[in-house]
């Protein structure tokens, strides 16, 4: 059972540097998500895995070995491709038996295998079918039994769902879990989508530009993200720009451009000029005024999502601070227009170094 | 501003029917969303109301005026398609000044519009860069601005935001509809992703194979799902089967799988009758214990799963007879958590439970498995 | 507000005409005008006349019933003829796939000298490559010299063969290297992380695949063995395929007739065939043999095989091309130059026949661009639904047929109206060489995705003003390339140029006629041919520069 240790990869393509000193490890069995915007190297890196691309510099060790002179195809590494590159001119039967075809077995023992497969995968009754008349769905369930089939124990998934409606995505990413784990694989999925990483993930990386920027748990990401572009990319944060006031044994009182945040964090830095930052969720929004602290601002506009409502505040200083709230009764109440109050509990303000290079920049997605 | 009417519109290529006896009235400076999956007839409904494919029966109006026989160049609608076919030859520029000078404004005062549509989709300063050297937010936005400039002020978008990656596209969907609205425009927006379709939408249209299922305001087709479709497709739902055993004047008791009886609020079926319950994943309630008072629709079972969702954490039951519950907790309101294999309660909240009649063709075809 | 329609002054002389046609364009009825005109156009002047030239005469065929000897060789040189062509093109496909890999697949540093080398031949018109041939195989300054005087290869089946191999050797690079470059390899990667070595995957994914594209240019290939007349009449000596056949007995009507519908027909029947056939011919990918394929895949076995490959390319295909080289530089040596600048002897109908050849291949050109690309956008944009199929498979059949048939069934025709040689030397080459500017033209509006043209539209675009402003723009290049072919084919003609001229000859014709019948001697031969070379390559070095700049 494999594990996946990279070590200072880096790769460059004339003056484009995609990776830049890249070191991760996964372990045995862990289901790890690399996320991270177009273009910040998530894809390279998992091509230098399987070997589909030499790195510039760097070593990739699988199982304790190093592969970077193994060719792609002893490697022993599946790999699901984004636009899923089912073999046109074979059928679903062809396609999965691909992998112990090329190995010769014989084909008695090829159809044990790959009946099992179609089984485990639902598609049993669709063998004979050619990829292009299967839905996106099945064609990418497809895809996966044949790299299973094919007897790897690492599997590399490149954007998996891509291609397919953002239902289908949420009902075949859990299958997809399940299945890794209950055959006891290793798995590194990259995708674009946090949300997708955050429901199916052990461990996430976060890149940004060639580098990670963090690493941690679903739940270490959300609710204690380091960095702040880990907080702007999973989730949406509402981000405050303003100076240490006073720093006290249980609180840190922080001025963002006149009004007052408190912290249960302490301080980040010796410098005073610093970011704030607060989940919607997190952000507690009342109709009327009590006798704590508060910001006073008006609703701006409100989003139905469901099961969650979506608003955005218009505070005094004209900024705009976004709050969601599970949908309840008193949703009806508050409507474009609405004064409100807002509170922010210190446990849930998160501070953070101001960034040299301006918060826009550092938190921007593109 | 134009209003949009479909009637009985119906459109057949070979032997698959995209468009199916469809009517739709979109009214004026609306901001539609129509709500599908893939191969819905979404794209073809567009490309009619666009005038690039000409329907087999049925009649559009445009503005009240029959527009059946209006060429697409006439018709003061603009098409951004879902690879938004920008013009690789042109500029950035010129992209969006070809709507106006197709119009037989002269090029000074079609490029002073075009920079005006550049600046309020903040691409003036790649004013002269070919739109492969765009990122892909860039070139969503060079589209709609393209889209935006002609004299059309009817938009029709096919999945604006499809190519984008999840985080940008959660950025720009609030910026679209604030430029459409600023615009004055009537829009069509038509995608997939149905969190997008109940933010952006005024109203949204379901559409599957080819025909309107509901059409609505978000809340509305949010609660009061017409369908058993479209429960699922939007926001999604857990799905139980049973039939009804009993009922009075206040609910029904509809019998579950091995026996398990869950309490409804009123409803039209008899008993005996074979129904689906739908409740959805957020209108449950998860304990430890269960008190001798609070029997009704608590429903023992065991944790197979727990992943945590960011805003809320989503758990998979497996019920003692045999059906599987999603739950939904979102973040703060759990007091504690649960593991996996953990024995719990699952409460579906009576009032929010929908029934429906169970389908002809059966559960799984109704709810499009994949 | 912004709507307001301003004066369009400053925008040029022509911005007038522009809107005028474009305001024409959106009339439904300019639009079928235009289109129906196309269509009138090819059935009247291109498919329709070899037809009747043909029905008319078919009486004559009795004739050569009359003399059963004839009908033996003339039966035996169609026979032939398929033998050549299928011949060729196997050998030509084995030989040349493995050259196109090494273009796209190798990382040699010798990629960019073969991929230029590749396009050598085509650059010589056919008649150059025929007396380059001969020269290199038979003649006594060639390779024979090597192997103890005689002829190495003497002129007849063998040195055909020979000469059509080098001469359809490079079509297949082309369509093969054009096909591996656009192939997703994506397949390919998938199969190596299956576990299947190189030498496996290409065989069992890649190759299927490109299926397609391989029987594609097999039939170039096969087209272009069965249409070439003046190079494999300079080679032929006493054997006989059809165009040679009918080349010496253009006299004898009944000859003509019965051969070139015979050849049609049986053209048309093959061609039909193979395309129907060849798809349902499965390649064999049912078993795999790991270890032996493991064993292909390695460096050496690669190694050995692309240097095969490039070593077939050159002794079979550059150098009996550019061996006319030789005897060229000698005549430039020698002065036989001086005489050829003054007119003097056979010098004076040698340029007259360069201008009848120019002269004919602009007209060819002209016409065919402008009545072709209505024809191009009506099977590219599928705008008869069904029937787009049939316009595609007839608008084909010229290319198919050798063109000393069609130009026998031409004379036929228009000559019983009475018209002028040089009116039927230009339809000749014209109908031969539609077909290749409305395929080049219709493959490249294909690639210019609808949606574009769809969106110009609704944002207020007239059809007219759609085509000048995006779909024109986009195909540029391949408006220049498709006339480049047309031209460079007119100038090449030798088949129907010799049916059809008459009294006038082109300078293929006259080419031919020097070397086989000995009008000039090999010196001048050497010499005309080299000017022929030097004033193609002068042309596509200035269609070559006017693209390039044109981007």
């Keep these: 059972m494999p594990s996946v240790r990279l070590a200072n990869i880096t790769m460059k393509y004339r003056d484009i540097i995609a990776v830049e000193n890249v070191s991760l490890a996964v372990e045995d069995k862990e289901y790890v998500c690399i996320i991270g915007p177009s273009g910040c190297g998530k894809t390279t890196l998992i091509k230098c895995v399987s070997g589909i691309i030499q790195p510039t510099n760097g070593e990739i060790i699988i199982d304790g070995k190093l592969v970077n002179d193994v060719p792609i195809q002893d490697r022993g590494v599946g790999y699901v491709f984004q636009d899923i590159a089912l073999f046109p001119h074979m059928n679903v039967y062809e396609n999965v038996s691909y992998g112990p075809f090329v190995k010769g077995w014989s084909p008695p023992r090829i159809r044990t295998l790959v009946e099992e497969m179609l089984n485990m995968m639902v598609l049993g009754d669709r063998a004979r079918d050619r990829p292009n008349v299967l839905s996106g769905g099945a064609q990418q369930k497809t895809a996966i039994a044949r790299a299973l089939a094919s007897g790897s124990l690492l599997l590399l998934l490149d954007e998996p769902l891509g291609s397919l409606d953002i239902r289908v995505r949420k009902l075949l990413r859990h299958e997809i879990r399940r299945m890794i784990k209950d055959l006891g694989l290793t798995a590194i999925h990259v995708t674009h989508d946090q949300e997708e990483a955050m429901a199916v993930a052990d461990r996430i990386v976060v890149m940004k530009t060639g580098k990670i920027v963090e690493v941690g748990t679903p739940s270490q990401l959300y609710l204690q993200p380091k960095e702040l572009f880990t907080a702007n990319f999973v989730g949406e944060t509402n981000f405050f720009e303003g100076h240490v006031a006073r720093e006290g044994n249980e609180k840190t009182r922080v001025n963002a451009d006149g009004s007052f945040l408190y912290s249960s964090e302490k301080a980040p830095s010796k410098d005073t000029k610093i970011v704030a930052a607060i989940r919607p969720e997190f952000v507690i929004m009342e109709h009327q005024h009590k006798a704590e602290p508060t910001w006073k601002g008006t609703i701006e506009t409100v989003a139905f999502m469901g099961s969650m409502m979506r608003y955005e505040v218009k505070i005094e200083n004209g900024k705009a601070i976004v709050v969601k709230t599970p949908f309840s009764s008193t949703s009806q109440e508050l409507e474009v227009g609405t004064r409100v109050y807002l509170k922010f509990p210190p446990e849930f303000v998160l501070l953070y170094q101001y960034p040299q290079s301006g918060l826009e920049k550092e938190i921007s997605v593109e | ?370 | 507000m912004e709507n307001q329609q301003q004066a369009t002054s400053q925008r040029g002389p022509l911005s007038g005409v522009k809107k005028r046609l474009d305001s024409l364009s959106s009339k439904p009825w300019v639009k079928r005008l235009v289109y129906v005109s196309a269509v009138v156009f090819f059935f009247a002047l291109i498919l329709v006349p070899p037809v009747i030239g043909i029905l008319q005469n078919a009486g004559s065929v009795t004739q050569i019933y009359d003399a059963p000897e004839l009908l033996a060789r003339a039966n035996s040189a169609v026979a032939w003829s398929f033998i050549t062509a299928f011949a060729v093109s196997v050998l030509d496909l084995a030989a040349a796939l493995p050259l196109a890999w090494f273009i796209v697949r190798s990382k040699s540093k010798l990629i960019n000298v073969i991929d230029t080398m590749a396009d050598v031949p085509f650059l010589i018109p056919t008649a150059a490559l025929g007396y380059s041939a001969s020269l290199f195989w038979s003649q006594q300054g060639g390779i024979s010299s090597l192997f103890g005087g005689g002829s190495l290869v003497p002129p007849g089946f063998a040195l055909v063969l020979l000469l059509h191999f080098a001469f359809s050797y490079p079509v297949i690079v082309r369509v093969m290297v054009g096909e591996l470059l656009g192939y997703k390899q994506v397949y390919e990667v998938a199969a190596k992380t299956l576990g299947a070595s190189p030498f496996t995957s290409v065989r069992t994914v890649t190759l299927p695949l490109l299926k397609p594209a391989l029987i594609a240019s097999f039939l170039l290939a096969f087209a272009r063995s069965l249409s070439e007349t003046g190079a494999t009449v300079m080679v032929a000596g006493s054997f006989e395929n059809g165009p040679v056949f009918i080349y010496y007995n253009t006299g004898n009507t009944g000859v003509l007739v019965y051969v070139s519908s015979l050849l049609i027909l049986s053209s048309v029947a093959v061609f039909l065939a193979i395309r129907l056939l060849a798809p349902r011919l499965k390649l064999p990918i049912r078993r795999a043999w790991p270890t032996l394929e493991r064993k292909l895949s390695s460096n050496t076995s690669v190694r050995s095989r692309d240097s095969v490959a490039i070593l077939v390319f050159m002794f079979f295909v550059i150098v009996p091309s550019l061996f006319v080289a030789l005897p060229l530089t000698n005549a430039l040596v020698s002065g036989t130059w001086v005489a050829a600048f003054e007119g003097a002897g056979p010098w004076g109908a040698f340029w007259s026949s360069m201008l009848l050849s120019y002269v004919v291949g602009f007209i060819s050109t002209v016409t065919n661009v402008v009545a072709g690309l209505p024809i191009a956008i009506i099977i590219a944009r599928k705008k008869l639904g069904r029937l787009t199929h049939v316009l595609d498979s007839l608008v084909n059949i010229p290319i198919i047929v050798p063109s000393i048939a069609l130009g026998v069934s031409l004379k036929f025709f228009w000559g019983s109206l009475q018209a002028p040689d040089f009116l039927v030397l230009v339809l000749s080459h014209m109908t031969i060489t539609y077909t290749y500017f409305v395929m080049s033209m219709s493959a490249a509006i294909e690639s210019v995705s609808p949606e574009m043209e769809e969106v110009a539209s609704t944002l207020g675009a007239k059809p007219f003003a759609i085509f000048r402003r995006i779909t024109l723009p986009l195909t540029k290049y391949s408006v220049f390339s498709g006339a480049v072919l047309v031209f460079t084919r007119c100038i090449g003609e030798t088949g129907a140029a010799k049916a059809a001229g008459g009294a006038l000859k082109t300078i293929p014709v006259l080419l031919v006629d020097w070397i086989v019948k000995g009008y000039a001697s090999p010196s001048e031969s050497a010499l005309g041919i080299g000017f022929l070379i030097v004033a193609s390559f002068i042309v596509l070095l200035i269609l070559r520069i006017v693209i390039r700049g044109k981007g």
């Design chain 2, 1 to 370: 501003m134009p209003s949009v009417r479909l009637v009985n519109v119906s459109k057949r290529f070979r032997n698959i029917s995209a468009i199916n006896n469809l009517d739709l009235e979109v009214k004026d400076g609306e901001y539609l969303c129509v709500l599908g999956p893939t191969g819905s007839g979404k794209t073809t409904l567009l490309k009619i109301i666009a005038g690039l494919v000409k329907p087999d029966k049925g009649e559009i109006y445009i503005n009240n005026k029959l527009a059946n026989n209006v060429p697409p160049q006439e018709r003061n609608t603009a098409f951004v398609p879902q690879n938004y076919a920008l013009f690789p030859h042109l500029s950035t520029l010129q992209n969006v000044a070809f709507g106006p000078t197709s119009k037989g404004i002269g090029t000074e005062e079609a490029n002073r519009i075009s920079m005006k549509m550049l600046e309020m989709t903040r691409l003036a300063g790649r004013a002269d860069s070919q739109p492969n050297e765009l990122s892909g937010g860039m070139q969503q936005r060079l589209a709609l601005a393209r889209g935006l400039a002609s004299d059309a002020n009817l938009l029709l978008l096919d999945e604006p935001l499809g190519a984008l990656d999840a985080r940008i596209r959660v950025e720009l969907r609030y910026k679209i509809r604030d430029l459409v609205k600023e615009r004055g425009f009537t829009a069509i927006h038509v995608t997939h992703d149905q969190e997008e379709a109940m933010i952006v939408g005024d109203r949204i249209a379901v559409l599957r194979q080819g025909q309107i299922q509901q059409v609505n305001v978000p809340p509305k087709i949010y609660n009061e799902p017409q369908s058993i479709f479209v429960a699922s497709f939007v926001g999604g739902a857990n799905f139980l089967e049973g039939f009804v055993v009993d009922r009075d004047h206040q609910g029904a008791w509809v019998q579950l799988r091995n026996r398990f009886i869950a309490r409804v609020r009123e409803i039209d079926f008899s008993p005996g009758e074979k129904v689906v319950l739908a409740v959805r994943e957020e209108q449950t309630t998860m304990v430890k214990q269960v008190g001798e008072e609070q029997e009704i629709n608590f429903f023992p079972g065991t944790v197979q799963s727990a992943s945590f969702l960011g805003n809320s954490t989503a758990f998979e039951v497996l019920l003692k007879n045999g059906d599987m519950v999603h739950s939904r907790i979102p973040i703060g309101k759990q007091g504690k958590t649960f593991s996996e294999n953990e024995g719990v309660y699952v409460r579906l909240h009576p009032e929010s439970i929908i029934t429906y009649p169970y389908p002809q063709g059966g559960l799984l075809t109704e709810l499009e498995a994949i």
